[in-house]
C-alpha cells in the first residue's frame, strides 16, 4: 500500500524559507510523478511544482523562482525548498503521487494523475 507523510510545516514570516518533506513509502517502482500542491482556506487547490523520475521540473507561474522540487530516489523522499514566502503562500501543502506514468502529463496541476496523496502539513506566513 503506497503511503505518503509530509512534514516541514510550520509558522515562518513574510521572506523567511521553510522545506517540506514527503517520506513515500509502499513503492520502490522507476516511473513516477510526484508533486506539491496546496490549498488555503476557501480557496482551490492548486498545483505547485512537480518531478518526474527523470529530474525534470514543472511549476506554477505564482512560485517559480522560489520553490524547488527536489527528489532522492535512496530514500524516497520528496522535497519542496520554498524561499522569499509570501502572505499568499499560506496554505496546507500536500505531496501526491502518480505512479501510472513516468512523467509528469500537462493535466499535472489538474490533479486528476495523482493516484495516492499525503495527509497534509500546514504552512502559515506572517507579515
Known amino acids: 500500500q503506497v503511503q505518503l507523510v509530509e512534514s516541514g510545516g510550520g509558522s515562518v514570516q513574510v521572506g523567511g524559507s521553510l522545506r517540506l518533506a514527503c517520506v513515500v513509502s509502499?513503492?520502490?517502482?522507476?516511473?513516477?510523478?510526484m508533486s506539491w500542491f496546496r490549498q488555503a482556506p476557501g480557496k482551490n487547490r492548486e498545483g505547485v511544482a512537480a518531478?518526474?523520475?527523470?529530474?525534470?521540473?514543472k511549476y506554477a507561474a505564482s512560485v517559480k523562482g522560489r520553490f524547488t522540487i527536489s527528489a532522492d530516489d535512496a530514500t524516497n523522499t520528496l522535497y519542496l525548498q520554498m524561499d522569499s514566502l509570501k502572505a499568499e503562500d499560506a496554505a496546507t501543502y500536500y505531496c501526491?503521487?502518480?505512479?501510472?506514468?513516468?512523467?509528469?502529463?500537462?493535466?499535472?496541476?489538474?490533479?486528476?494523475?495523482?493516484?495516492?496523496w499525503g495527509q497534509g502539513t500546514q504552512v502559515t506566513v506572517s507579515s
Open positions: 501526491a503521487i502518480d505512479i501510472d506514468d513516468d512523467y509528469c502529463p500537462s493535466s499535472w496541476t489538474l490533479g486528476t494523475p495523482f493516484n495516492h
Open positions: 509502499g513503492y520502490s517502482d522507476y516511473g513516477y510523478c
Open positions: 518531478i518526474d523520475n527523470d529530474g525534470e521540473t
